[in-house]
């Protein structure tokens, strides 16, 4: 299996599968690294999955989900309107 996140350190490299398990929701591929340590990295930032339906329709003319986007339109939106009254949604700076 071959790591195609193109962020991750690990990006284009191939290793030998191990195994593809859910844990806590979220779907895991297991494989061993270079140094023979087993490693689970998210199943989409693999070719384990086969290609993502959305970005094969998009064929490079969108790099993002509109899901994605809208949950990201709806954390700036509370992020501009500060903190609400229960605490939550606040951006707290931490000093030194």
Do not use: I
Not at 33 to 54: H, I, K
Request: charged share 25%.
């Amino acid at each position: 299996m071959r790591v195609t996140h193109p962020f991750h350190p690990l990006a284009g490299q191939e290793f030998e599968f191990v195994k593809r398990r859910k844990n806590w929701q979220l779907d895991r591929v297991y494989f061993y690294d270079e140094g023979g340590e087993l490693v689970c990295l998210p199943a989409e930032w693999t070719d384990a999955l086969g290609p993502d339906p959305f970005m094969v329709v998009a064929a490079g003319r969108s790099p993002f989900h509109v899901a994605d986007l809208v949950e990201l339109a709806d954390l700036v939106s509370r992020l501009r309107a500060g903190p609400s009254a229960d605490g939550t949604g606040s951006v707290k700076r931490m000093t030194p």
